[in-house]
T-cell receptor
């Protein structure tokens, strides 16, 4: 089925370890995003991409890096994990509706739960 | 940048009652305001959205109202059912245009519980 697929779904890391979350979409969407969800804080944008080969910082980019080498994939990396990065991470993709700025419908993945000990 | 505040954080209603969730935003340039529903263990999914040139939009039991002057918008669910139980997020587009990726700034979320 078409949609956004996140890998892995669960991961436990020790402080200082590194890892990469993979997001893949098969809808030919131009835009892709990484959000983190924490209790009481909603969804906060980490990084996003407006097209293949582009990336930009969101609200909470520190401690994360991203890459968009292929249009369908958006990778989120943690170089040195910290307990503060324990969270549920959501990838999303969207297409511009062409009806004015910001009018995009986001399709989200099912989430990746990361625990940093 | 844009800041979105959402209230209440939790809401419990009896089946058949109405539920209202309110959001305020800070950036007067925001022109797109969607609402997402997140069921347990899943990613959020769009349920309704409104653009700044419209004051109200309705889709069956769900409606959204927008007051641009006061910079607030609300989600109204009528005749609530147990399957409406979920976390609801409001969002605002901010001032970004095409080159900003149309990124959304989300509120803190409201956990709605509908009791049978």
């Amino acid at each position: 089925n078409a949609g956004v697929t996140q890998t892995p779904k669960f991961r436990v890391l020790k402080t200082g370890q590194s890892m990469t979350l993979l997001c893949a979409q098969d809808m030919n969407h131009e835009y892709m995003y990484w959000y983190r969800q924490d209790p009481g804080m909603g969804l906060r944008l980490i990084h996003y991409s407006v097209g293949e080969g582009t990336t930009a910082k969101g609200e909470v980019p520190d401690g994360y890096n991203v890459s968009r080498l292929k249009k369908q994939n958006f990778l989120l990396g943690l170089e040195s994990a910290a307990p503060s990065q324990t969270s549920v991470y959501f990838c999303a993709s969207s297409y511009p509706t062409g009806q004015g700025s910001g009018a995009n419908v986001l399709t989200f993945g099912a989430g990746s739960r990361l625990t940093v000990l | 940048g844009e800041n979105v505040e959402q209230h209440p954080s939790t809401l419990s209603v009896q089946e058949g009652d109405s539920a209202v969730i309110k959001c305020t935003y800070s950036d007067s340039a925001s022109n797109y305001f969607p609402w997402y529903k997140q069921e347990l263990g899943k990613g959020p999914q769009l349920i309704i959205d409104i653009r700044s040139n419209v004051g109200e939009k309705k889709d069956q039991r769900i409606a959204v109202t927008l007051n641009k002057t006061a910079k607030h918008f609300s989600l109204h669910i009528t005749e609530t059912q147990p399957e409406d139980s979920a976390v609801y997020f409001c969002a605002a587009s901010g001032s970004g245009g095409y080159n900003q990726g149309g990124k959304l700034i989300f509120g803190q979320g409201t956990e709605l519980s509908v009791k049978p």
